[in-house]
């Protein structure tokens, strides 16, 4: 063999090793690329996830608040209107029983008129020949 093909040969190995190794290499780097915008990713969903379960239960704890007061509200709304009702109820009731009293007052009354207008109830007469 001769000098020639023995450099051609060690060229071929030269430039196969050396282009092995730059893609090895270069897939190396892609893959440590790739890692670190995932990692970087994940960092950043992580931090965007605790701040929203803040903010989620900050809004959660002043809702509950404020429904909590609403719902005081209305019971005490309810519990005035309950107690306004139940007064005037009650003075219908009063007011009722008295006109019912009253009426029965007065057909008493006029039983005894009319009692007074008819007269002694008639006896049983009989005729005399």
Do not use: Q, Y
Request: glycine share 4%; hydrophobic share 40%; with cysteine.
């Amino acid at each position: 063999m001769s000098a020639e093909i023995i450099a051609v040969v060690l060229s071929a190995v030269g430039i196969v090793v050396t282009l092995g190794t730059s893609m090895f290499i270069g897939f190396a780097w892609c893959v440590r690329r790739t890692d670190a915008v995932e990692r970087r990713l994940n960092d950043r969903i992580d931090e965007v996830e605790r701040k929203l379960s803040a903010r989620i239960d900050e809004v959660e704890r002043k809702l509950s608040a404020r429904i909590d007061e609403v719902e005081r509200k209305l019971n005490d709304r309810i519990d005035d209107v309950e107690r306004k009702l139940s007064a005037r109820i009650d003075e219908v009731e009063r007011s009722l029983t008295d006109r019912i009293d009253a009426v029965g007052h007065e057909t008493t009354e006029v039983k005894v008129a009319v009692a007074r207008l008819e007269g002694p109830v008639p006896r049983l007469l009989t005729r005399t020949r």
